[in-house]
């Protein structure tokens, strides 16, 4: 199968690292489990470009290469990729395609072929989503850590994990009828690797 995989909180445990950015600069002292939603801006107050605008600094500062991999996603990874193809689809923008890069050598160095960055997080409307990409990559399945890019996609049909950690808050806020049949929400690596078996 060809399986494309999000690389922020799916393998990137980007949230606890931005947050102390926030915190630091801001002289907050907010915690992973307080972000209920995404769009950052809904905790943090202010804009979506504040928050963007936010982003794009911490993308720039030294902090950005203390991001670690998301449990067991190494060596799930590893595994996979031994079976299928896999790439990576982000919505992350293309200036930070090099440092990008730099922690797939550290933790992903031979499993993954291609990175595509579609932009959406800093400018929406220009860029092209995720759904999109799986259609031109011809994906079998998307593994992804959003709420509404998942039901996006499974709602197009396209076979869905969502990897939705205990140990923050978000995707919290749905009903079970929104959850198309194409998505399946999972709690951890080591369970997308026994589902794809
Ligand atoms: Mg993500």
Not at 58 to 73: C, K, M, R
Not at 103 to 131: D, R
């Amino acid at each position: 199968m060809k399986i494309a995989i999000d690389i922020d909180g799916v393998l990137a445990d980007m949230m606890p690292v931005l947050n102390n950015f926030y915190n630091k600069k801001f002289g907050t002292s907010f915690s992973v489990g307080d972000y209920k939603y995404h769009d950052l801006e809904k905790t943090w107050g202010g804009s979506k470009e504040d928050a963007v605008r936010i982003v794009e600094e911490f993308f720039q500062s030294p902090d950005f290469s203390e991001i670690l991999p998301i449990a067991n996603s190494p060596k799930s990874v590893l595994n996979l990729s031994k079976k299928h193809e896999l790439f990576l689809v982000t919505s992350r923008p293309q200036n930070i395609k090099q440092r990008t890069l730099e922690f797939l050598q550290n933790y992903f160095p031979k499993e993954i072929k291609k990175v595509i960055h579609t932009g959406q997080y800093v400018s929406p409307a220009s860029s092209i989503n995720k759904f999109d990409v799986c259609v031109q990559e011809k994906a079998d399945v998307l593994i992804e850590d959003c709420l509404e890019i998942a039901i996006d996609c499974a709602n197009h049909g396209l076979k869905t994990f969502l990897l939705d950690s205990s140990l923050n808050q978000l995707n919290r806020e749905y009903s079970e009828g929104e959850i198309p049949k194409n998505l399946l929400r999972v709690k951890s690596w080591p369970e997308i690797v026994e589902r794809l078996k």
